[in-house]
């Protein structure tokens, strides 16, 4: 049902018996996807932004489930590198559909997208002059927008706040003139949009920066005149506290297009995290119960390398047990670590857990977004495996002959 639909969905939602027979049968660390989530998600996106381009940055979880997901919902998509841009089509974006934003683009990307775009009409979006001269010395004839430098950011962490950092767009009061002299002289594209985007993890607190962001490229916009589209870049934040209220959704809609104003362009938003962080679970096991002095220390065979938020972030995700309660568990406060040689392979530092022991399962929320995505294999850990909640394979675990496997001499 919508009602349904537009409550966000907490951890203690998702079927624990269900997470256990899946962890039985494909292993932990797993990551497990609900699809109809990001469906959902999708959905209420598109009606609180009904006249709105909705495309979705690809960069919070690019696995094939999700991307087929939300391309049958009838997004768009948004590509931070020439590798996004191909999964996009291969999961069956059409080119119209797909903006290709190139933040400091090496040599193979530009490549590959301006071959692409003999056949395919994306846009490609530049944020700096000197990467429009890279791309019209290689003879790029397609659709082109410019990113702006809003000057103003907003985000979950500094290291995410991209709307006042200069590596990110033209200067907000250069940009006027470059598409001036875009129009004048690099005849051979066709200038269709702008685009900014303040940060990522935009919670209600931020607004007024979103609006400020927003109400500035729609200036700009009038100014520049005949685009086809305004992007003012996704960020919108999903609660990792359980008690965190949601975004509210339809006065952030209400907020962006009052700011906007009156424009013939149309708005354009592109959210990564909120369609899919709540559509994803990381499933992990419990290999060590250490008393200390300090703290008990439990630790599980996810690691930093499987899921970096709480590491490079000091990132809060919500982490429950799976297996059910045993009588006379008393809750206490632990130190949940994973098997990284690092003191930052900790995923929270003071947590109350009903008092584990080994082999428990866990259960980490909101794991759907930038989490798989940003798994390495560092420490030489393989990259766990991804089903959906119905028992399909997405993404297979990997062996320890994958670790080697791109090596010539062994
Ligand atoms: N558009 C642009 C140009 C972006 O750079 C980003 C994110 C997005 C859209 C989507 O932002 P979202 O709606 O997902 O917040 N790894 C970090 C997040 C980095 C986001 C970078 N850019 C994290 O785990 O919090």
Redesign the pocket.
Known sequence: SKAKANRVRRLAEWDGQQLRGLARKHGTPLYVLDPDRVRENAARLRDAFPNADVSY?L??NTTRTVLEAIETSGLGA?C?SAGEVQRALAAGFPAERIRY?AVNPPDRDLEYVISRSQTDDFVLTIGATDTLDRVLERGYSGRLCVRVNPGVGAG??AK?T?GDAPQFGVPYDRAADVCTSIRKEATGVDLVGIHA?AG??ISGDDLASHRELVRRMGVLGREIGALDFIAV????GVPYYPDEPPLALDSVAAATRKAYGDCDAQLAI?????LVADAGVLVTTVTTVKPTAETTVVGVDAGMTTLL?PAL?D?HHEIRTLTPDRDGREAMSCRIVGPICETSDVFARDRSLPAPVRSDQLVVGNAG??GYE?SSQYNSRPRPAVVTVSGETVSRRETLSDLTRLEQNN
């Open positions: 940055a960069k919070a948004e931070a934003t979950h962490h995410v991209t985007h990522s993890g870049g996704g960020g919108f592109e959210p990564g995290r909120y938020r972030y990132a977004a930038y940003m």
